[in-house]
């Protein structure tokens, strides 16, 4: 199991922090982080591709892509 794959288990997570993660290419699914209300992907210079899930959740209040 990927560490991805784990936070469709993490359904209390309320933070993700990958800020200046040089490698991540894509987001995955978060849709099972049910209680997600911080993401932040600043820096993150490889990144093309976020699933719409991240920014489909009701309990996000911060979402950070500078």
Do not use: H, W, Y
């Not at 991805?4 to 993490?10: A, I, N, P, S």
């Not at 699914?29 to 911080?38: E, H, I, M, V, W």
């Amino acid at each position: 199991m990927s560490p991805f794959e784990l936070l469709q288990e993490l359904v209390n997570l309320e933070a993700i922090d990958l800020s200046e993660c040089k490698q991540l290419i894509n987001l995955p699914d978060l849709s099972g982080a049910l209680k997600l209300k911080q993401l932040r992907l600043s820096g993150c210079e490889n990144l093309c591709e976020v699933q719409s899930s991240a920014f489909s959740k009701d309990t996000l209040d911060t979402l950070l892509l500078d």
